[in-house]
């Protein structure tokens, strides 16, 4: 018997602002709202489904220093450099965390600057 991630939860100052980004980074729909909370997830399959929700949660507490744990996400209908302007105007900035230059991923910030890579191989769409 193995554990599964059914969802990744991300304390924000603003959980609307980060569900509406990354619904649309990863093609998620709300799924519920709870306490302030907003899950969002795969359209038609919701919690449960063979990728995780996540929650957005409300948090007055700021954020010292870097996450010791971040997504990466890989584009599924286009090359790495055309998902790269994508998530550009969607509000993504390019974030510096020592890398070379010579890495074949993007490290970028969502608007309240959680880091995330955008990694170079295209994955199939779940």
Known sequence: MACRISELV???ADPERLAAFWSEVLGYVEL???DGSIEIGPPGVGFGG??????????SNP????LPLHIDVNATDRDQDAELERLLALGAKPADVGQ???ENWHVLA???GNEFCLLHRR????
């Open 32 to 34: 519920g709202r709870e």
């Open 63 to 66: 954020r010292t220093g870097r």
């Open 123 to 126: 994955l199939e769409a779940v």
């Open 10 to 12: 991300l304390h924000c």
């Open 100 to 102: 070379t230059g010579e």
């Open 50 to 59: 063979p990728q995780p929700t996540l929650v957005l949660s409300p948090s």
């Open 110 to 112: 969502d608007p309240e």
